[in-house]
């Protein structure tokens, strides 16, 4: 119990220092959940949802997210929400 509680502080800590990225007009929402780490297990990490503009890009023209922030790894999701 104290591993995850010790996880999800690494993880808002995480989340808080990305959280400039919202001034990214492309960047929808960032949130904590469930990621594939760099081995390919399932950990807690913070997971950075952006517009299908975004996703659609050349990777040189768009934002670069880091692939980890203190050891929580991060990962980059579509989140185009519109009103339906």
Excluded: C, H
């Amino acid at each position: 119990m104290e591993r995850e509680q010790d996880a999800w502080q690494q993880a808002l800590a995480a989340q808080e220092k990305l959280s400039a990225f919202l001034e990214d007009p492309e960047v929808r929402l960032i949130d904590i959940g469930r990621v594939k780490n760099a081995e390919g297990k399932t950990v807690l990490g913070v997971r950075i949802f952006v517009s299908l503009a975004w996703m659609q890009s050349d990777p040189i023209q768009r934002t670069s997210f880091p692939s980890e922030v203190d050891s929580v790894p991060v990962q980059v999701l579509l989140g185009d929400y519109k009103p339906e």
